[in-house]
């Protein structure tokens, strides 16, 4: 019994020292708190990423927590004193808690509001080129757009087609009509532009071989020459403003149909020589057989809308291009070479494509030299009051041809005054002109006299804005050899080097012009001319 109570008795003193000892580790740490003066240092990337790094610091710490706040359910991550952590966001809004904890198991928290936000797209362009008549393709540009969703125009409903940055979106339309196509530019930002165009599709134009005659040069302007992987996309290489400088002799080069089915290429002293040709891409003296010395010719089939050159040698706009692949020597080139075709409504601009090999497409844009309505032969027209002064414009009441006139100056009705096409300009005369008394004459038919008697080697500039004729070369003149911008001569030996008339036309055949006798003087001597 004695035994038990002893150990009941030592038990109650294990006891009593155990308990002491609980006291006095607590009161150890009464005096521990929470981590203090938590914050953050953030780092918000501005190159479209959306990451964000964020250095957490705080006192009393021994690690963090960060919570980043674009999830639902979110694992924290484990951050280290002294240590950043990084995460990449969408573009938005969010609150990041970060939970300081300290070696007691104490925490405290900071919750930081941030804004992700991307660059937007900006200065939204769309070059939009419609080939052959009912096909449309559409290349957009902008800063900072990954992505452009292009909607055609033609459906209520419509399906964007979506394109990435540097690629062209193609489109047929079902019938020819006014179309606006929309373009949606789309980058990292949730922030889009647009940009809108309309498009004018019209029904294919009927052409006949006739209406390929003529001489016809490369359109100097940008995007007119480039290759591409489909119609109207001429994104691989495509002509700018710099090559147009650049190739300036290749930019004249012209491409002649003939009436009679003939064709010439004509290159002058210098045209594009590449490194195929022997050259060294830049402008140099043609090389054979691609240097129009060729004998061509070409034919046009209006069902498959495709114009066929042959002769060796001979091409439109590209001499290493063929239907079987490009040239890599020209020996190679072959004997004809077929190209697709468009005429505008006007019939004045041609549009070509040549597919060299599978998805590769070389494309031109063509223009029709056009003569100006000035070039040609004219004559006085043989009709009262063709020619005539007068004090003013439209006035010839102080002397104006007559019936009787047109009779007795009829060597002077059939003078011919010819505009080349080169700016050539001559007058022939014949062998009889009308001759006055300042020439020594009898103011009747006579032999010309010079330097007016057609013999010098004139030109001629015509300026369509200002509605001028300037002639150049002494002793060339318009229908009245007397008169010049300083007045009337006296003599031949005082016949100026260039006179300047006023010119309008009145129709394509038919031309007024006008010469004030010196500058102020009130005499306008007039004349109605006619092309023959």
């Known amino acids: 019994m004695k035994i038990i109570k002893n150990l009941v008795i030592c038990f109650l003193s294990i006891i009593a020292i155990t308990a002491c000892t609980d006291d006095e580790v607590s009161y150890a740490f009464k005096d521990?708190?929470?981590?203090?003066?938590?914050?953050?240092?953030?780092?918000?990337?501005?190159?479209?990423?959306?990451?964000?790094?964020?250095?957490?610091?705080?006192?009393?710490?021994?690690?963090?927590?960060v919570y980043f706040g674009d999830l639902e359910d979110e694992t924290p991550t484990d951050v280290a004193p002294g240590e950043a952590a990084s995460h990449v966001y969408e573009e938005g809004d969010y609150i990041i808690r970060?939970?300081?904890?300290?070696?007691?198991?104490?925490?405290?928290?900071?919750?930081?509001?941030?804004?992700?936000?991307?660059?937007?797209?900006?200065?939204?362009?769309?070059?939009?080129?419609?080939?052959?008549?009912?096909?449309?393709?559409?290349?957009?540009?902008?800063?900072?757009?990954?992505?452009?969703d292009v909607y055609f125009g033609e459906a209520l409903e419509e399906e964007a087609t979506t394109i990435m940055a540097g690629e062209a979106a193609t489109y047929t339309y079902a019938a020819a009509g006014e179309y606006t196509i929309r373009v949606v530019a789309k980058g990292a930002s949730a922030t889009t532009i647009e940009y809108e165009d309309t498009v004018s599709i019209s029904d294919p134009v009927s052409a006949t071989l006739e209406d390929f005659i003529g001489t016809w040069?490369?359109?100097?302007?940008?995007?007119?020459?480039?290759?591409?992987?489909?119609?109207?996309?001429?994104?691989?290489?495509?002509?700018?403003?710099?090559?147009?400088?650049?190739?300036?002799?290749?930019?004249?080069?012209?491409?002649?149909?003939g009436s009679g089915g003939t064709f010439n290429t004509i290159l002058g002293s210098e045209t594009w020589i590449e490194a195929w040709q022997g050259g060294t891409d830049s402008c140099g003296a043609p090389v054979a057989p691609h240097d129009g010395s060729s004998a061509a010719s070409y034919s046009y089939d209006d069902t498959s809308s495709t114009i066929t050159i042959t002769g060796t040698g001979a091409f439109i706009a590209l001499a290493k291009g063929t239907n079987d692949g490009e040239l890599s020597t020209p020996a190679d080139a072959p004997n004809s070479i077929t190209y697709n075709v468009s005429l505008a409504e006007d019939k004045n601009?041609?549009?070509?494509?040549?597919?060299?090999?599978?998805?590769?497409?070389?494309?031109?844009?063509?223009?029709?030299?056009?003569?100006?309505?000035?070039?040609?032969?004219?004559?006085?027209?043989?009709?009262?009051?063709?020619f005539g002064v007068g004090p003013a414009?439209?006035?010839?009441?102080?002397?104006?041809?007559?019936?009787?006139?047109?009779?007795?100056?009829?060597?002077?009705?059939?003078?011919?005054?010819?505009?080349?096409?080169?700016?050539?300009?001559s007058v022939n005369l014949g062998t009889e002109t009308w001759i006055?008394?300042?020439?020594?004459?009898?103011?009747?038919?006579?032999?010309?006299?010079?330097?007016?008697?057609?013999t010098t080697s004139a030109t001629y500039a015509y300026d369509?804005?200002?509605?001028?004729?300037?002639?150049?070369?002494?002793?060339?003149?318009?229908?009245?050899?007397?008169?010049?911008?300083?007045?009337e001569l006296a003599a031949p030996?005082?016949?100026?080097?260039?006179?300047?008339?006023?010119?309008?036309?009145?129709?394509?055949?038919?031309?007024?012009v006008v010469i004030e006798t010196g500058t102020g003087s009130g005499v306008f001597w007039q004349f109605k001319l006619v092309k023959d």
Request: with cysteine; proline share 4%.
């Open 217 to 257: 040069v490369l359109a100097s302007e940008a995007g007119s020459f480039g290759v591409g992987p489909a119609i109207g996309d001429v994104s691989w290489f495509s002509l700018d403003a710099q090559g147009i400088e650049d190739r300036a002799c290749f930019i004249d080069d012209e491409y002649v149909f």
């Open 349 to 386: 601009t041609m549009n070509v494509y040549l597919e060299t090999s599978e998805g590769v497409f070389w494309q031109f844009k063509l223009v029709k030299k056009v003569e100006a309505p000035i070039v040609g032969t004219w004559r006085i027209a043989s009709e009262a009051g063709s």
């Open 32 to 65: 521990v708190s929470a981590p203090s003066k938590v914050a953050a240092v953030f780092d918000i990337s501005n190159d479209d990423t959306g990451t964000v790094t964020l250095t957490p610091t705080a006192e009393g710490v021994t690690s963090f927590q």
């Open 493 to 512: 030996g005082d016949a100026p080097s260039s006179i300047v008339y006023n010119a309008t036309f009145i129709d394509n055949n038919t031309m007024s």
């Open 436 to 454: 006055e008394g300042w020439q020594g004459g009898s103011d009747s038919c006579g032999t010309p006299v010079a330097p007016h008697d057609g």
């Open 393 to 425: 414009i439209g006035d010839v009441s102080w002397f104006s041809l007559d019936d009787q006139g047109i009779i007795d100056r009829a060597c002077l009705i059939d003078d011919e005054y010819i505009f080349g096409s080169d700016n050539s300009y």
């Open 98 to 148: 970060i939970v300081a904890l300290s070696a007691s198991g104490l925490t405290s928290e900071l919750n930081k509001s941030i804004s992700v936000s991307f660059t937007p797209p900006s200065n939204l362009s769309a070059d939009i080129i419609v080939v052959n008549n009912y096909d449309v393709t559409v290349t957009p540009n902008a800063d900072d757009a990954t992505v452009f």
């Open 464 to 487: 369509e804005s200002a509605g001028t004729i300037t002639i150049n070369g002494i002793g060339a003149y318009i229908a009245l050899a007397k008169g010049t911008n300083t007045g």
